[in-house]
């Protein structure tokens, strides 16, 4: 596609349910990440692909956070037992190859409510 | 951990002034990029610094890597309504991971 998508754009949930939200990234780029981002912060790593595999998930806050990329293109971002403080914008972005030097394009986030 | 800090946090100018937002690290950053995000947007990226005092300009914004790379600005001369936005810093550690911690930006105002 012509950039990277994500879907769905908005999510409302209950406390204790699991959500997934899904990427997709820009045809060709190998490299994915996520991050979460709260009002008035900036994103917050939670995670990098490179092809299929997790190179560096330190930004996991805990494991109710999962996140795969089967095939090395759509990635999905999993959160068992969601809590209050799960609500934020969920970013994904893409980039031609991956570690630094690289510029990152951005979805339009998933917004998660947890009520 | 590494962390990004930027000031100030927040910037109101008249249409026609400068802005300047500033950017420092806690450690040694490998190279710099500045993205904005307009409000109700997503982060779009700016520029990219990789060398020792680099500068680079586009149009009327000015960007500046440190000596030491560890900090960062950005200078918007002759600011215009279009220029309304948040602006972070963010930056690759020297573990070359693809992990890219930002600032907590600068959101800028503008009065026309």
């Known amino acids: 596609g012509a950039g990277v998508s994500q879907t769905p754009s908005n999510k409302v949930t209950e406390k204790g349910k699991y959500v997934e939200l899904r990427c997709d990234p820009i045809?060709?780029?190998?490299?994915l990440y996520w991050y979460r981002q709260s009002l008035g912060q900036g994103p917050e790593f939670l995670i990098y692909f490179q092809g299929t595999g997790a190179a560096d998930d330190s930004g996991l806050p805990n494991d109710r956070f999962f996140a795969v990329r089967p095939e090395g293109s759509v990635s999905t971002l999993k959160i068992q037992r969601t809590e209050r403080g799960d609500s934020a914008v969920y970013l994904c972005?893409?980039?031609f190859g991956g570690g630094p030097r690289n510029e990152q394009f951005f979805g339009p986030g998933t917004r998660l409510t947890v009520l | 951990g590494q962390q990004v800090m930027q000031i100030p946090q927040y910037q109101h100018v008249q249409e026609g002034e400068d802005f300047t937002t500033y950017c420092n690290s806690s450690t040694t950053l490998s190279n710099i990029q500045w993205y904005k995000q307009r409000p109700g947007g997503h982060p779009v990226f700016l520029i990219q610094l990789v060398k020792s005092g680099e500068v680079k300009k586009q149009k009327r914004l000015t960007f500046q890597f440190g000596e030491a790379k560890k900090n960062s600005s950005l200078h918007i001369t002759a600011t215009q309504t279009t220029d309304v936005g948040t602006y972070f810093c963010?930056?690759?550690?020297?573990?070359?991971?693809?992990?890219?911690?930002f600032g907590q930006g600068t959101t800028l105002q503008v009065k026309p």
């Open positions: 972005a893409s980039s």
């Open positions: 963010a930056g690759y550690g020297s573990s070359n991971t693809g992990k890219l911690i």
């Open positions: 045809s060709g780029h190998t490299a």
